[in-house]
């Protein structure tokens, strides 16, 4: 069966600092990945996705996600995270072609400004 | 922009009581799911459908059944809610093919 782990629940940082978000999956076959952020009060918004091809994505407000194969992984990364940034982020798979997702337990941000 | 909307954003009710929560979209999307969340466990999906009088079990089904009306709208019922169902719940929908899934703004449910 398939599984999502977040191996941190709580990030905390400073703002203009670096961020990574850890993001490992079981799955045997080829993964469709994404990374959605719920911000407070509001429900799920994607923040990008991979499907194929090029192993680093882009996405909105300058994150990106690099894909490994070889590690199971997707990080989420950001070069310089803002005081909005604080969220909770999800790393979610999705197998199979009915389009069912499963998550990650979500990864609490919270950046000091 | 996807569109999706439930209502009621909150609810509380007592034990054993009967309770229905709303689902529309307006994306012309085939797929629509309930999901709820709670604390350690992300998003568990209860429920699915693919179009107008489907319905597909998801991972966490016990006490909840579902009814799809509608291509817009699907309904999520507790016909005898229990206080283990107090949670925040998640509708989304999506296209065919395995694009992204569009989430509403969540229904906070409260169980006495």
């Known amino acids: 069966a398939q599984s999502v782990t977040q191996p941190d629940a709580r990030v905390t940082v400073s703002e203009g600092a670096s961020l990574q978000l850890r993001c490992k999956y079981s799955?045997?076959?080829?993964?469709?990945l994404f990374w959605y952020v719920q911000y407070p009060r509001q429900g799920l918004q994607l923040l990008l996705k991979y499907y194929s091809g090029d192993p680093v994505v882009q996405g909105v407000n300058g994150f990106e996600a690099e894909f490994s194969k070889s590690n199971s992984s997707f990080h989420l990364r950001k070069a310089s995270v803002h005081w909005s940034d604080s969220a909770v982020y999800f790393c979610v798979l999705r197998t199979g072609g009915n389009n069912k997702l499963t998550f990650g337990q979500g990864t609490v941000l919270s950046v000091i400004p | 922009e996807a569109a999706v909307t439930q209502s009621p954003r909150n609810k509380v009710t007592v034990t054993g009581g009967n309770v229905t929560l709303s689902c529309r979209q307006t994306n012309s999307h085939n797929y629509m799911y309930w999901y709820r969340q709670d604390t350690g466990h992300g998003l568990r999906l209860i429920h699915y459908?693919?179009?107008?009088?489907?319905?597909q079990i998801g991972d966490v089904p016990d006490g909840y059944k579902a009814t799809r009306t509608t291509q817009e709208d699907f309904f999520l019922l507790l016909e005898l809610a229990s206080p283990s169902q107090t949670s925040l719940y998640f509708c989304a929908s999506s296209g065919l093919g395995g694009s992204e899934q569009y989430f509403g703004p969540g229904t906070r449910l409260t169980v006495l």
């Open positions: 799955y045997s076959g080829t993964p469709y």
């Open positions: 459908s693919y179009g107008a009088g489907n319905l």
